[in-house]
């Protein structure tokens, strides 16, 4: 119910954005049939194209159209790729999705311990390393982190299969259960296929999770330090409980809160912004898919990106406040 | 799960994956692996908006009635022979003044085994010259324009009659758009909306072509078989292409230096002058027929409507430094001509050269001594090329008091800003399937206001040597007609040439049998793995 109530508050931005986003495109300078007409199209060409593609008629009337399409789950055809927007977005998103958890999980499982030592250890040389990692982090672009991991990994010590996108040109693409081509590899029993896509994995995910380990750690670092310097962790200790038990049980899990809230956030960045990485890695997921439709002014795939992201940042609040809740029982969901 | 018993299950898994490698050797010597910066958008040459990559998509799945032969350029590289038409599906063909009328190969078949027949060449020709935009247009250059010009005569011989005599009738039907489609299975697919089939077409293939689709997964691969039933000539050496989307130049690069791809086009120059000198990878680099980079001057706008300061600019430009330090010497110079113009084939260089000297008296001469300020657009999409050039023009031309200031323009909104017209100085590219001089002219330097005439030249002069020209049957006077408006368009230089780009394609030394096509793209029929 609550999830409900909770869910029925976000249908007013959902709107919103659907508004903005149909202006929004229509204002975008560019004019998508000049383009689609090529290089050598007649005026004529040109007004014929505009007709087929339904520019030529009044804005209301183009908005009544893509409502009703978009009442039938319809998001339209993508002009440079020729297919329709929500197959595509129901191909790419997996795989944008799926690099940016296993950037996730690395970055977690590197940014939580790393800002727990640095924490418990203040000016000790692992908080420096700390330091030094997160300053790094940050002021590295991803993109550059790519190209760097490309050329250091692949081309000088060829360690790393080319980056060719999600698979090498000699393995095929798994059944298709989840669209996370590790998961489905396993389900299909196709450890090849397991290997062949992880192999691919994991220099763009290293070189997003370079990225996102930065606010991350910081986050972990800083309230950890707020937490052991608090009252109920001074009385832990004067109560003589284990090193242990005070870091990673009191304290840890009253710091946690502030380090949920920043994963949200880099999470939904991470998914929305991996378009350098992708483009880096000839990565087939939604970022680069957006920006490609953005320069041909390519309308439809900008309205379901947009959208498609509008959604995803409803589940994902949705979902960080269930989670807040399980944390910490004083946090309520209130609508 | 403890973290010993975690650490155990990992390093097995590790194991494992390092036993398990794909060994697929013997197959790698049938398959190519192309990579370019973008993919297909449609498979269907008359589809709306096709972009380049489709051209080569569908130039490989289909067949045309006729070709072109081959020769060996300067360099004694295999180049397409604009000369020499040779059938392709069609035997032979008799050309005469009113029509021409093709023998369709009796045994040429569609990749689902259907035989072609005359009906299918009529109505993919009806098809191209109905459904608008690009193949409507292009069938027109060649004056190919109403569906009761084919005429089916019998299964296997199919007529084209001339609405007017054109010498470029015949080589229209050699460029891409011409293709034969499989009518019978398309119409399964029409509708009453779409009787030309054209959604189905688009991300479905019909043809008869040396290649069949495999798998198209759009914006990321395409992978062809060959079609062993192929007649249309010899059989191709390659079983299997596989053409990936790589949109980085960076990676692209890498792949062929590491040598996990075979064959890789849209380098930027930089990249294509150090592949080259490297040695490791092979560089093939052919001047594009008819195509020009250059320099457009509004000869509506002050001060550019005095001709003296047009050619005031023409002597300003650094020709030299363009060519060696923004392009890499990947490009035909096209400027420091000395003598007079002895041959129409076009593009041919222009007689100005880099002198600041004379390009200020010049400009004293039109009475702007004092300089001017002007802005300078051009198209970011090809950003690669067109920044650098356009940083050495706006520094040379300070040198002459000409104030520039660079104005980007994003690749969508180009064609929009440059077909208005308003711009009074910008850098662009053109280049045109059909290599004949007037048909150059006819889109640039043409009074009719094409599109690609950004200047906004206007010449009556020019329009009759052109109009001329075009439907000339004596060959030494079409030649004199030629000479005089390429010697026209230097003298009232609306238009600054710089040089002929090159279509660079960079390969394994093991590739053999690359051939360029007008298409600007890769036939996968010519090449092969040794």
């Known amino acids: ?335 | 799960m403890r973290r010993r018993e975690f650490l155990k299950i990992a390093a097995a898994g590790v194991a494992a994956a390092a036993y398990i490698r794909p060994v697929n050797a013997q197959s790698r010597k049938d398959t190519l692996l192309t990579l370019s910066e973008n993919g297909p958008n449609n498979l269907d040459i008359h589809g709306v908006g096709t972009n380049r990559p489709g051209y080569e998509a569908s130039w490989n799945t289909y067949d045309r009635l006729i070709s072109y032969g081959v020769k060996k350029d300067e360099n004694g590289n295999d180049h397409y022979d604009g000369a020499k038409m040779q059938g392709e599906l069609a035997e032979d063909w008799n050309l005469t003044d009113s029509s021409v009328t093709f023998h369709l190969r009796k045994d040429a078949k569609f990749h689902d085994g259907t035989p072609v027949t005359a009906n299918d060449v009529k109505w993919s020709f009806d098809r191209a010259v109905t459904v608008g935009g690009l193949p409507t247009f292009q069938m027109k250059a060649g004056s190919l324009e109403k569906p009761e010009q084919f005429v089916v005569v019998d299964d296997h011989t199919f007529r084209v009659d001339f609405i007017r005599k054109d010498r470029l009738t015949l080589p229209d039907m050699a460029v891409p758009v011409p293709i034969v489609i499989n009518s019978g299975l398309a119409k399964k697919h029409a509708t009453d909306q779409d009787p030309w089939a054209m959604e189905w077409l688009k991300n479905n293939e019909a043809g008869g072509g040396a290649f069949k689709i495999d798998k198209w997964t759009p914006g990321q691969e395409v992978t062809y078989l060959r079609f062993d039933d192929w007649k249309s000539g010899p059989l191709p050496k390659l079983q299997r292409v596989i053409w990936r989307t790589i949109p980085s130049a960076g990676n692209r690069r890498a792949l062929m230096e590491r040598g996990d791809a075979d064959i890789s086009i849209d380098l930027p120059p930089k990249d294509v002058a150090e592949l080259a000198a490297g040695g490791k990878v092979k560089v093939v680099g052919t001047p594009i027929e008819n195509a020009i980079q250059y320099f457009d001057m509004n000869v509506t706008m002050a001060p550019f409507d005095k001709v003296k300061v047009r050619q005031a600019i023409a002597y300003a430009i650094p020709y030299q430094k363009i060519m060696d330090a923004a392009m890499f010497g990947r490009g035909k110079p096209m400027f420091g001509r000395t003598g007079p113009l002895t041959e129409i084939d076009w593009p041919q260089p222009s007689p100005y050269t880099t002198d600041l000297a004379k390009a200020k008296a010049l400009l004293t001469e039109a009475g702007v001594g004092e300089g001017f300020e002007t802005v300078l657009s051009f198209d970011l999409g090809a950003a690669v090329i067109n920044e650098p050039i356009c940083e050495l023009v706006q520094e040379s031309l300070a040198q002459i008091g000409v104030k520039v200031t660079l104005n980007k323009i994003p690749g969508a909104n180009w064609r929009a800003e440059f077909s208005k017209k308003t711009l009074p100085f910008s850098a662009n590219v053109f280049g045109g399937w059909l290599t004949v001089p007037e048909y150059f002219f006819f889109w640039n330097y043409g009074g009719q206001n094409s599109i690609f005439n950004v200047a906004n030249y206007k010449s009556a002069e020019m329009d009759k040597l052109i109009e001329t020209a075009r439907f000339e049957p004596d060959p030494a006077k079409y030649k004199q007609e030629c000479l005089d408006f390429e010697n026209l368009a230097f003298e009232d230089v609306p238009r600054i040439p710089i040089f002929q780009p090159l279509l660079d394609v960079a390969m394994q030394k093991n590739i053999m049998g690359y051939r360029y096509w007008f298409v600007r793209q890769l036939d996968y029929r010519q090449l092969e793995k040794v």
């Open chain 1, 1 to 335: 119910m609550v999830v409900l109530r909770r869910l029925a508050s976000a249908l007013p931005s959902i709107a919103g954005v659907i508004v903005v986003t149909f202006l929004l495109t229509r204002a975008l300078p560019g004019d998508p049939a000049v383009y689609f007409a090529g290089p050598a199209a007649s005026e004529q060409a040109v007004e014929e194209i505009r007709h087929k593609l339904g520019f030529d008629r009044s804005l209301p009337v183009q908005f009544i159209g893509y409502l009703k399409d978009l009442a039938h789950g319809n998001l339209g055809n993508s002009l440079s790729t020729g297919q329709p927007v929500s197959q595509e977005l129901l191909t790419r998103l997996p795989a944008s999705a799926e690099l940016t958890f296993l950037a996730l999980f690395l970055s977690v499982s590197i940014a939580v311990p790393l800002g727990i030592a640095a924490a418990t250890r203040p000016g000790s040389w692992i908080d420096h390393t700390c330091r030094i990692f997160t300053t790094a982090g940050v002021s590295l672009p991803v993109f550059f982190t790519g190209l760097l991991l490309i050329y250091v990994f692949y081309y000088r010590m060829g360690w790393a299969p080319a980056p060719l996108g999600r698979l090498d040109i000699y393995s095929s693409a798994p059944p298709f259960y989840t669209g996370f081509y590790l998961i489905d590899s396993l389900i299909a029993g196709d450890f090849e296929t397991f290997r062949a896509a992880l192999s691919q994995l994991v220099l763009p995910a290293f070189s997003m999770a370079i990225f996102s380990l930065a606010p991350l750690a910081r986050v972990t670092r800083a309230s950890m330090l707020a937490a052991l310097g608090s009252d109920f962790v001074r009385t832990a200790k004067a109560g003589g409980l284990s090193r242990a038990r005070i870091v990673y049980v009191y304290a840890f899990r009253n710091a946690v809160l502030p380090v949920i809230t920043t994963l949200g956030m880099v999470f939904s960045f991470l998914l929305g912004a991996n378009v350098l990485v992708e483009k880096v890695f000839a990565w087939p997921g939604i970022g680069s898919y957006a920006i490609e439709a953005l320069i041909a002014s390519d309308y439809a795939p900008v309205q379901g990106f947009v959208l498609t992201m509008a959604m995803l940042y409803v589940l994902l609040n949705l979902g960080i406040d269930l989670i807040y809740s399980l944390v910490d029982p004083r946090v309520r969901i209130t609508a």
